[in-house]
């Protein structure tokens, strides 16, 4: 009887089922590509059912009666569509929709919304989500509420990643800007700095940036010189109707505003210098030397964005997108600047640098989509950066010279005056093309760099303390132990790069994808530099006014024979074969020319296995040419040499991806990358600053492999919130360290030091909604990452070359590595009517890390732990004005690098890579924006 009832039910069972149905389906969005649309609203007619596509842009409705029904799908910005479906008793039927812009997207909050939309965080997650490889981005949405104003900003917002304070280094897990590639659209970007590898961040305002990523994980389409991870940053790109965006802003920094503040002679205000065709030696023939005062150092910013779009009757689209902004900056530094080796070389307790710098963007879009399978963009950056400084060391009249003339226990004092503006021009042709079951993705790209530093003008005096004692009778002199302790310097780097990318994507099934690229890099740089030197002829000349140089380095003072009983002659180090040293132009003092090609084709596979795994293993192959041509004096007849590296790389690697849930990913990934030298690590030439030297060194010469491999959780467990863990482990052969060579000059240089170094870390980040409103918007939320490494690397005992040098120790920590990172935010944005505001606190720390390594007897140079903290107001009064408010450094940390000592502990030091002084505050930054929407 009891089989019976069973079979009874279960026929039942099986004809209730028979007469449901179900609908399933994949939205798509047209346009961008046909990628998955992701939270658009799906409504079945008539009902009150409904739901919204997940991160892959799928939804389903189930346990459906058979029968017709129509289902609409919404998206704000997007033409509503109304399908009508059957559905079939035991079936499911699969309804896919492709969605378009609405024409209604003329109206300036709906274009918003079209425009901003892969810029917003859960986009932004959605992307995370999908990716084969290890992948973090931050977007224009979470930089605006962040209050982050350029790239570099930006990138320090993602875990492992910090931004080394007071300069535009970034470290992305411990290791620093030679282990980093940057990248725009895919495509190279160049170097602005002749001491760095990559491209300031600093320079890639807010405005020009929809979203900045960092793939930490190596796949095959990323170039060989791939250690810490590659930071692509994406530019803005319009697809809506018309629009205009302006904004203004203001502000200042407690430290900068109630001083008297001085720019360099021949600079302007917009960050230019007008006298780059004339030769150095008639530019000091004809322009003075003293800084002149400026206006109320009051921080101001403005610029406008706008866009606008053109449908034509084929269905083609033509899409325009334009923004351009200045901005400047006053930032005024008191601190020390101390040169300390094995003991004090020079030491200034007091010292004081004003700081004014400006950047200048402006940025083109040009896309034409032909129809849905075929666009083709063209994208052009200009961006002008300066920083205009003016420095005083010794300002107490206590400034110690350990090789001065007079007196080496107090009176020394130096004046540093220099300008550097760098102007970049970036062009890029882009393109995408699908047919069937191919896509062609390709881009070409030409990018030039002038950076120069044109007339540094550097003085030192002894005796500065009678400056100051009100004494017409006492007076200083000046210091002039060789012809250059007072000087004018012009530097000169001029970078020319063709770069290229093509990838062919075959999607064999759903299950199976290939992708077949190749790229490749040629790079050109030319670099020189000039000095001149004032030789104090009259030695017994005592100095009347210490701010008024100008009235001793004039024509009238120029020794020109020895009748003129001038007080100085100009000296050069090169001169023309048929001239004199003296009171004449000269040649260049260093020189070097680099040349780079590599040339690569990779193959990869994106294989499913079911509906959990993913497997993506690829290949690279190569090719490596680097050449550089020097001429410098600091070798004597080894100075002048050309070194060449000629080498075939194979490069393979595996990410692996398994779905735990829909919202949940374990990822691993394995790859072998390699590790090559950058011009200015060869070039021997010496960069000499106030109290630190630093230069390259042709032994480095070569290429280091390196191992890598990450395991990683992700949970997504809403579409703005996830919860990640990682760890990580690098092998690095024949590491390049920046080491402190242990000779009289204490040149920091870049050597081999050890066989192998290894790194171990873990990661950890949380992004979680605290309050949410009736519609699912969040009011409160917080988010907090962080990292720990442990790093270590073998030192050999001597190292024997064109630098030779010794350590006394085996092993120690790899520069740049912090063992603990940390970036944490919380955010508030309640709604009061028209009123919507969003509040801010955000916070960032490193751990004390390794500046440089010290040889022979020398101890480390430590860049000291930095806390950061600020806080950004935003203010939408309605849906075209917003007020913003920023408080920025709200901690004002100490800035600090010390040099390690066995017997005299930490003792202060400036560091090449930072400012011209230690142990300083920044001060607050205070700002108010205003922006209207048109």
């Known amino acids: 009887m009891k089989k019976i009832t069973y079979l009874i039910i279960a026929l039942f069972s099986i004809v209730g089922y028979s007469q449901t149905g179900s609908i399933s389906g994949k939205i798509t969005d047209k346009e961008f590509n046909n990628e998955p649309l992701a939270f658009a609203n799906i409504l079945i007619a008539g009902t009150s059912t409904g739901t919204t596509s997940d991160f892959e842009g799928s939804y389903s409705f189930t346990d459906l009666e058979a029968g017709s029904y129509t289902i609409e799908f919404s998206f704000v910005g997007y033409q509503t569509q109304r399908l009508p479906v059957t559905v079939t008793s035991g079936q499911t039927t699969t309804l896919d929709v492709v969605m378009a812009a609405s024409a209604a997207a003329l109206d300036e909050v709906v274009l918003e919304t079209v425009t901003t939309k892969r810029e917003s965080e859960t986009a932004l997650l959605l992307e995370q989500k999908k990716a084969v490889e290890i992948k973090q981005s931050i977007g224009a949405e979470e930089l605006s509420r962040k209050g982050v104003s350029d790239a570099a900003g930006a990138v320090a917002k993602i875990s492992g990643v910090s931004k080394q304070e007071g300069s535009s280094n970034v470290y992305v897990r411990g290791l620093g800007d030679r282990y980093l590639n940057t990248t725009m659209n895919g495509l190279s970007l160049p170097s602005n700095d002749v001491n760095k590898k990559n491209i300031d961040l600093n320079l890639f305002s807010s405005d020009v940036i929809q979203n900045v990523s960092i793939s930490k994980a190596y796949a095959a389409q990323f170039y060989g010189d791939f250690s810490a991870g590659n930071v692509d940053i994406t530019s803005k790109e319009h697809k809506g109707g018309t629009f205009i965006d302006a904004f203004s802003g203001t502000g200042f920094n407690t430290n900068a505003i109630d001083k008297s503040f001085i720019r360099n002679e021949g600079t302007g205000y917009f960050g230019y210098y007008g006298r780059y065709e004339h030769n150095p030696f008639a530019v000091i023939l004809s322009h003075g030397v003293d800084p002149e005062t400026v206006a109320t150092p009051i921080n101001v910013s403005y610029g406008a964005t706008g866009g606008s779009s053109f449908n034509f009757e084929n269905g083609s689209r033509l899409s325009f997108f334009l923004t351009g902004g200045f901005e400047n900056n006053y930032e005024y530094r008191l601190g020390k600047n101390v040169d300390f080796t094995t003991v004090e070389k020079k030491a200034f307790d007091v010292s004081e640098e004003y700081e004014y710098s400006t950047t200048t963007t402006a940025m083109a879009n040009v896309n034409y989509k032909l129809n849905s399978d075929n666009a083709i963009s063209f994208n052009s950056v200009f961006i002008n950066s300066s920083s205009d400084e003016v420095g005083y060391y010794g300002i107490d009249g206590q400034g110690r010279n350990r090789d001065a003339i007079i007196e080496t226990d107090k009176g020394f004092y130096q004046q540093n005056r220099q300008f550097d503006q760098t102007r970049m021009f970036v062009n890029q042709l882009l393109g995408n093309h699908k047919s069937g079951k191919l896509e062609l993705d390709w881009g070409f790209g030409y990018n030039k760099v002038f950076a120069d530093q044109p007339d540094r003008k550097r003085f030192s005096v002894e005796n500065y303390q009678f400056a100051l004692d009100n004494n017409p009778n006492t007076n200083p002199t000046f210091y002039s132990n060789v012809v250059f302790d007072n000087q004018r310097y012009f530097q000169k780097i001029e970078d020319d790069e063709y770069n290229g990318r093509i990838n062919l994507t075959y999607k064999a099934n759903e299950n199976l994808k290939l992708n077949f690229g190749y790229n490749g890099r040629h790079k050109t740089r030319q670099f020189n530099n000039i000095r001149y030197g004032y030789d104090i002829v009259d030695s017994g000349y005592q100095i009347a006014d210490v701010n008024n140089f100008d009235s001793v380095f004039n024509l009238e003072n120029l020794n020109l024979n020895d009748e003129s009983n001038g007080i100085y002659e100009i000296k050069v180090l090169k001169p023309y074969?048929?001239?004199?040293?003296?009171?004449?132009?000269?040649?260049?003092?260093?020189?070097?020319?680099?040349?780079?090609?590599?040339?690569?084709?990779?193959?990869?596979?994106?294989?499913?296995?079911?509906?959990?795994?993913?497997?993506?293993?690829?290949?690279?192959?190569?090719?490596?040419?680097?050449?550089?041509?020097?001429?410098?004096?600091?070798?004597?007849?080894?100075?002048?040499?050309?070194?060449?590296?000629?080498?075939?790389?194979?490069?393979?690697?595996?990410?692996?991806?398994?779905?735990?849930?829909?919202?949940?990913?374990?990822?691993?990934?394995?790859?072998?990358?390699?590790?090559?030298?950058?011009?200015?690590?060869?070039?021997?030439?010496?960069?000499?600053?106030?109290?630190?030297?630093?230069?390259?060194?042709?032994?480095?010469?070569?290429?280091?492999?390196?191992?890598?491999?990450?395991?990683?959780?992700?949970?997504?467990?809403?579409?703005?919130?996830?919860?990640?863990?990682?760890?990580?482990?690098?092998?690095?052969?024949?590491?390049?360290?920046?080491?402190?060579?242990?000779?009289?000059?204490?040149?920091?240089?870049?050597?081999?030091?050890?066989?192998?170094?290894?790194?171990?870390?873990?990661?950890?980040?949380?992004?979680?909604?605290?309050?949410?409103?009736?519609?699912?918007?969040?009011?409160?939320?917080?988010?907090?990452?962080?990292?720990?490494?442990?790093?270590?690397?073998?030192?050999?005992?001597?190292?024997?070359?064109?630098?030779?040098?010794?350590?006394?120790?085996?092993?120690?920590?790899?520069?740049?590595?912090?063992?603990?990172?940390?970036?944490?935010?919380?955010?508030?944005?309640?709604?009061?009517?028209?009123?919507?505001?969003?509040?801010?606190?955000?916070?960032?720390?490193?751990?004390?890390?390794?500046?440089?390594?010290?040889?022979?007897?020398?101890?480390?140079?430590?860049?000291?732990?930095?806390?950061?903290?600020?806080?950004?107001?935003?203010?939408?009064?309605?849906?075209?004005?917003?007020?913003?408010?920023?408080?920025?450094?709200?901690?004002?940390?100490?800035?600090?690098?010390?040099r390690e000592d066995q017997n005299q502990g930490d003792i202060l030091v400036v560091s090449a890579n930072g400012k011209g002084v230690t142990d300083y505050k920044r001060g607050l930054n205070l700002g108010l924006q205003l922006k209207y929407k048109f």
Do not use: C, H
């Not at 935010?825 to 490193?846: G, H, M, Q, R, W």
């Open 577 to 898: 074969p048929t001239l004199s040293n003296t009171n004449r132009p000269g040649l260049f003092e260093n020189t070097y020319q680099g040349k780079l090609n590599i040339y690569a084709g990779y193959i990869d596979a994106e294989i499913k296995a079911g509906d959990k795994w993913l497997f993506v293993p690829g290949v690279r192959v190569e090719s490596f040419e680097q050449n550089i041509s020097y001429d410098v004096i600091n070798l004597g007849n080894s100075g002048i040499d050309t070194k060449s590296s000629n080498e075939t790389f194979i490069l393979p690697s595996l990410n692996i991806k398994y779905a735990l849930n829909e919202d949940q990913n374990l990822r691993f990934s394995a790859s072998k990358t390699v590790s090559t030298p950058e011009f200015k690590e060869i070039a021997p030439f010496v960069y000499e600053d106030v109290s630190t030297r630093i230069g390259g060194n042709p032994d480095v010469l070569g290429y280091s492999d390196i191992l890598n491999i990450d395991l990683k959780y992700e949970w997504f467990f809403t579409r703005s919130e996830i919860f990640s863990v990682g760890a990580f482990t690098k092998q690095i052969d024949n590491p390049i360290n920046l080491v402190v060579v242990g000779d009289a000059t204490g040149t920091q240089r870049y050597v081999r030091t050890g066989d192998q170094a290894t790194i171990y870390g873990f990661e950890v980040e949380l992004r979680k909604n605290i309050l949410v409103d009736e519609n699912d918007n969040t009011n409160l939320s917080f988010g907090v990452n962080a990292t720990y490494m442990n790093t270590k690397q073998d030192l050999y005992e001597n190292i024997d070359g064109t630098f030779d040098l010794a350590f006394n120790r085996n092993e120690d920590n790899l520069q740049g590595a912090s063992p603990l990172l940390l970036n944490a935010d919380i955010s508030y944005s309640p709604t009061f009517k028209n009123y919507k505001p969003v509040a801010n606190l955000v916070f960032s720390y490193f751990s004390d890390r390794i500046d440089a390594l010290g040889s022979g007897d020398l101890g480390n140079i430590v860049e000291k732990s930095v806390p950061t903290l600020d806080f950004i107001w935003k203010n939408s009064i309605n849906d075209n004005f917003e007020i913003n408010f920023s408080a920025k450094n709200l901690l004002n940390p100490t800035i600090q690098y010390v």
